[in-house]
T-cell receptor, first 109, second 115 residues
């Protein structure tokens, strides 16, 4: 069973920041937080991952709380092409990826 | 970034026949490949994990004799759905990672329809 909790759906205006929350209260100290997204009828796409520190790449930023029990994925300037289901997963060695229901993000013009 | 391909992208077969789906890592050698299944409006469910040259490890509830996995090389894994039935109709997705601790790269998926 999925061990993360995410809101089932969110809307965001085009050009605005999209902030997607995830609760992972049972995460262990050596488990990473990964974020993937899946656009309709495609395979999931890797976005970003982190352990303790906040991370940023060309796609997004990942903010992890100090107690590591939750995190937020930030898409700084959402576009219509960012409409997708976003999955938050935590795993130790990346060989055990359990996908939950995710958050369906809809970016609206 | 690393690219994983799947073939075919779509397949329709008759009930009782077998279907083979290929998964290839195009620009890297994958020590481990994974197979997932996704039913409409549901999330991905891990079916099995395979390492090159060894037997696949199947998740609970996945029949290993029905879903045959062969990982003969570091760039190719195949999933064969044997004696397919309509309830096997689903979106099958593979993924691969370079080595433990690195992100998984997913293929585009194969939509199987069994009539």
């Amino acid at each position: 069973d999925a061990k993360t909790t995410q809101p089932p759906s969110m809307d965001c205006a085009e050009g605005r920041a999209a902030n997607l929350p995830c609760n992972h209260s049972t995460i262990s100290g050596n488990e990473y937080v990964y974020w993937y997204r899946q656009i309709h009828s495609q395979g999931p796409q890797y976005i970003i991952h982190g352990l303790k520190n906040n991370e940023t790449n060309e796609m997004a930023s990942l903010i992890i709380t100090e107690d590591r029990k939750s995190s937020t994925l930030i898409l700084p300037h959402a576009t219509l092409r960012d409409t997708a289901v976003y999955y938050c997963i935590f795993t130790y060695n990346n060989n055990d990826m359990r996908f939950g229901a995710g958050t369906r993000l809809t970016v609206k013009p | 970034g690393a690219v994983v391909s799947q073939h075919p992208s779509r397949v329709i077969c008759k009930s009782g026949t077998s279907v083979k789906i290929e998964c290839r890592s195009l620009d890297f050698q994958a020590t481990t490949m994974f197979w997932y299944r996704q039913f409409p409006k549901q999330s991905l469910m891990l079916m099995a994990t395979s390492n090159e040259g060894s037997k696949a490890t199947y998740e609970q509830g996945v029949e290993k004799d029905k879903f045959l996995i062969n990982h003969a090389s570091l760039t190719l894994s195949t999933l064969t759905v044997t004696s397919a039935h309509p309830e096997d109709s689903s979106f099958y997705i593979c993924s691969a990672n370079l080595r433990q601790g690195y992100e998984q790269y997913f293929g585009p998926g194969t939509r199987l329809t069994v009539t």
